[in-house]
């Protein structure tokens, strides 16, 4: 699998790049800010983008969806109950950002859905709680959490569409059950491992 980590934005956000290497296809996940550098790596890797998904529909991860997707002409992918906040800049926080507009996505995503690029098989997990719509992707066995899962925490409940009782039953039903050695990326900080956050993440005690 060809992997690419990006931290973006004011608020460190990741961006992932993932990649076929018998292809050369790939995605892009979350491509929060910093647009011409992403494009910029995905050229340097030669990647045949296929589509851009989002976690989930805060500024921090969809502020450079727009020039990515110009970039590259792909569409942009999100669950199905997650499309409504690009409508709304005080949801998305994109007012905070001084954005009074968001593209809507192309298409949306609901769980269960399984993508194929190249040799990656990327399966959609609904997992909210963050925002009603949040998804956690397992791209051939590895999970990238978006603002689910965090290395020994979770993503905030204060926000619109958040839900501590949802976040916490999506963790333990939808990411827990994987094996411990299974590595999650999540959207912000550290990589870490379902055995990690199994035995040391205090809210999952």
Known sequence: M???????????????????PQTKEGIVIDPGG???????????LDLDIKYIINTHAHIDHIGANEEVKDAFKVPVLVHEAEASMYRSPQASLALFMGKSKLSPPDRTLTEGDILEVGTLKIKIIGTPGHTAGSITLDINGVLFTGDTLFNFSIGRTDLPGGSYRQIIQSIKNKIMPYPDETKVFPGHGPAT????????????S
């Open 34 to 44: 910093e647009g011409k550098y992403i494009i910029k790596r995905i050229k340097e």
């Open 193 to 204: 491992t379902v055995g990690e956050e199994r035995r040391f993440n205090p809210f999952l």
């Open 2 to 20: 060809i992997f690419q980590k990006l931290e973006v934005g004011a608020f460190a956000s990741n961006c992932y790049i993932v990649g076929c």
